[in-house]
């Protein structure tokens, strides 16, 4: 095989019980089957026999039931029973997630811990690929795509394996290409390649998931002979509706649009001065009648900013597209809002509109693939970032009105809500270049399916899970110190970008600032920051009260953002009693050496670790202290400069 199984690798267990041998399953359906298939595969391997599938009810074994009436949609149910263990599902996919659940409890030993019930708490639980049809991946830290080589569509084990490990962690909504939908995958929706997109949507299916694509907005200019994808011409309206009938007929179970419109020039209804209400909503309407869902994207901005203007705000902009659409988009529309106001840096605020907009479907999309956080080559667990988040209360209704209330559906009663994952997988053996990577797969499934489960506990589940009991307590404590630790040799206190422009990897701290992005430091020789408050940009204006007062004031900013809101001078002092030159120099010389201490960790793991696996990760660690000493005496290097302060401790700044 030439892929890992990740944490569906079953390893041999000690404590066999009888009950196990036996499977009675008293429910059926397609997914059903897929968790019979499951729980005989995982048996097969953990206890060296295929146990006895018996297809009624058994006073032994483990039994499966579908039990409508169970709260919490596709909740299950776990339980001891005399002689075995009962699966309870509230549906189909219930069962399935059950069955997951028992298998992961047989894995880490956890039998004791039941009566357990679970329910998904995020609606939807997406993962967006951005996977392009000729086989590579925008933003693809792990090899060339598993889905496409050269316009063509595999269907393999590999395949298989995916959607097993998708389902495995609650994933229910695959969208299968890039939101930059490029000439060839435009024809996607249509005959050119729809039957192969069913060979998916009917593997998905088989557990529980949607598949959706991403559609180019102009695609009727592209797909016929239209000069224009005006969304309010009704030719336009009804081509779309064509093409959708035509998805329909072919994949009834198809989930719906993906789209990224006006922004980093795709196409939109900017272009015939239409609201991207109106974009959204005439896609929408092609594909209400058989259910489907259009996904519309906020990232939009302008990407043609001058440097020399300091008014215009990148972070501004979403916000400012959007607010003014709040409760004009069809209840088949969900809006989908990266967690920050920029794009994906290692320190952001949440984005301002989780606040603003409250008559609209929202999803919260992070970035798994780590773009701005070291590329699947630098370990950071991005959990614990993923968890502020979710945490952030934004005020739209009174205290405690937090990402997750809303994303959860709880605070405005929407059932069409949840998070969506740009996904770090490749073609790479272990699927995510750097082994420990996975763990940010598996934890985004394991957070939107329930989030109270801390970063930690899901840092230790994936590690038991993936390379072993052993070395758990080593592994999660590296994890969970990995984000600060990149966060400290990487730009400071939020100002983000200062990396090499394009590919976004290693430091270059003016690479951005002339550029027309938007995304700038503002260093001189007297301090950095960019000034956000009223005075300045007033992007703080854009949250609920009291965050615009706490933002914008210098002395109540959370100090983790204080350059992202504001211009402060090298020598003003931290709450630490830091100068703020001071700061960058320690957290800079600190991280670089988080990371050599990490590094001897690691190998002090190597007895307990598989040898292919202490390797690949290794290799990983050390080009990971390469890059750490170039961002640190670069970003030294280049404040001394600026500075000219001294550091107290008189470490080794290059001049
Ligand atoms: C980032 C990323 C792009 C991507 C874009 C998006 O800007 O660098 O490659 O297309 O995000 O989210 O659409």
């Known amino acids: 095989m030439n892929f890992s199984k990740c944490w569906l690798d079953y390893q041999p267990i000690k404590n066999v019980e009888k009950a196990f041998s036996t499977l009675s399953v008293s429910c059926s359906g397609t997914v059903v089957e897929s968790a019979v298939q499951e729980y005989c595969l995982a048996m097969k391997a953990m206890t060296g026999s295929e146990p006895e599938v018996v297809r009624t009810e058994s006073e032994e074994g483990v039994s499966l039931y579908l039990d409508s009436s169970l709260s919490g949609k596709d909740g299950y149910e776990l339980r001891k029973k005399e002689k075995g263990y009962t699966v309870t599902g509230q549906s189909e996919s219930g069962v399935l997630y059950g069955v997951f659940e028992l298998l992961r409890l047989i894995r880490t030993e956890k039998l004791a811990d039941l009566p357990l019930t679970g329910a998904p708490e995020m609606p939807l639980r997406i993962m967006n690929h951005w996977d392009n049809m000729d086989g590579s991946i925008e933003r693809g830290y792990s090899g060339n795509s598993f889905f496409y080589k050269d316009y063509e569509i595999f269907y393999n084990e590999r395949t298989e394996q995916y959607a097993r490990m998708m389902a495995s962690i609650g994933i229910n909504a695959i969208v299968i290409n890039n939101v930059n939908v490029h000439e060839k995958e435009t024809y996607l929706i249509t005959d050119t390649y729809l039957q192969r997109v069913k060979k998916y949507s009917d593997l998905f299916c088989r557990y529980g998931i949607r598949l959706y694509t991403s559609v180019n907005f102009a695609a009727p200019m592209e797909l016929a002979d239209f000069d224009n994808c005006d969304p309010l011409n009704p030719q336009v309206a009804d081509w779309w509706k064509e093409a959708a009938k035509h998805i329909y007929e072919c994949i009834p179970e198809f989930g719906g649009f993906l789209v990224k419109a006006d922004s980093e020039g795709r196409p939109g209804p900017f272009t015939y001065d239409r609201t991207h209400a109106d974009g959204a909503n005439m896609l929408a309407r092609a594909v209400a ?367």
């Open 289 to 655: 009648p058989y259910g489907g869902i259009v996904i519309w994207r906020c990232f939009v901005y302008n990407c043609g900013q001058d440097w020399r203007d300091t008014k215009t705000d990148r972070a501004r902009a979403a916000y400012d597209n959007f607010i003014d659409l709040d409760g004009c988009f069809d209840d088949n529309v969900i809006l989908q809002i990266k967690n920050g106001p920029m794009d994906f840096q290692v320190r952001e605020p949440v984005s301002p509109l989780f606040g603003g907009l409250k008559k609209t479907n929202m999803i919260l999309e992070v970035q798994i693939a780590q773009e701005y956080t070291g590329q699947q080559i630098d370990l950071c667990y991005l959990l614990p970032m993923w968890r502020e988040i979710l945490d952030f209360d934004t005020y739209a209704e009174g205290e405690g009105s937090t990402v997750l209330k809303i994303v959860k559906g709880e605070l405005y009663g929407q059932n069409l809500c949840g998070m969506a994952a740009v996904i770090n997988t490749g073609d790479d053996y272990n699927w995510t270049g750097n082994d420990l990577a996975a763990a940010n797969t598996y934890g985004y499934g394991r957070l939107a399916m329930n989030p109270s489960q801390s970063p930690e506990s899901i840092a230790r589940e994936w590690t038991a899970l993936t390379l072993g009991a052993r070395v758990e307590e080593p592994v999660t404590d590296m994890l969970m110190k990995s984000w600060s630790t990149y966060e400290k040799y990487t730009s400071p206190l939020g100002i983000g970008w200062m990396v090499t422009p394009h590919y976004h990897y290693g430091p270059d701290v003016d690479g951005y600032e002339y550029d027309r992005w938007g995304t700038y430091h503002r260093a001189d020789r007297n301090g950095l920051g960019v000034d956000r408050t009223p005075a300045g940009t007033g992007y703080t204006s854009q949250y609920n009260e009291p965050w615009p007062g706490i933002y914008a004031d210098r002395e109540k900013c959370p100090e983790e953002l204080l350059l992202f809101f504001h211009y402060v001078r090298y020598d003003e002092k931290l709450k630490s009693g830091k100068t703020l030159i001071q700061h960058i120099y320690d957290t800079h010389f600190e991280g670089v050496e988080e990371v050599e201490a990490m590094i001897e960790a690691w190998r002090g793991l190597a007895p307990k670790l598989s040898a292919d696996v202490y390797e690949r990760v290794m290799e990983r660690m050390e080009r990971q202290l390469a890059n750490a000493i170039e961002w640190r005496d670069r970003i030294n290097t280049y404040f001394y400069r600026k500075s000219g302060a001294a550091d107290e401790k008189g470490r080794k700044i290059y001049e």
